[in-house]
């Protein structure tokens, strides 16, 4: 059985950031479909960063180095969509282990988010449902 080989699409001048891109090719190598949104010009209306499969995601990928972190992305992130991407890549002095329990125990606390998911520092892909 062949590894499914996934692509990621963007727009020509669309400014995508690092560490966006960095999710992109995770999610690439996994099999999955990315294609960056243009993000909306309408005053006050937010738009998710990505389609993946055809389904809008948003990816969050903090600097700070606390859980509470977690916690305010996600809800920043739930006003986007409800489908979350997640890495703790840019997090400092924080284990994959502690933010994959912090990300579940929210899952379950936002009614907003349906599903996560995170991108370990090794480039896993884990599925929080």
Do not use: C
């Amino acid at each position: 059985m062949t590894k499914r080989v996934g692509k990621v699409i963007k727009i020509a001048g669309l400014n995508v950031w690092p560490h966006e891109q960095y999710m992109a090719d995770q999610l690439a190598n996994a099999g999955y479909t990315v294609e960056f949104i243009k993000p909306s010009n309408t005053r006050y209306q937010s738009t998710p960063d990505v389609y993946i499969d055809g389904e809008k995601w948003e990816m969050k990928s903090p600097r700070a180095s606390s859980l509470k972190a977690v916690e305010r992305n996600l809800k920043l992130g739930s006003w986007q969509s409800s489908k979350i991407v997640f890495t703790a890549r840019r997090m400092k002095n924080i284990p994959d282990k502690a933010v994959q329990r912090e990300l579940t125990k929210k899952l379950a606390e936002l009614s907003k988010i349906t599903v996560i998911k995170f991108i370990t520092r090794h480039g896993d892909i884990i599925d929080i449902q």
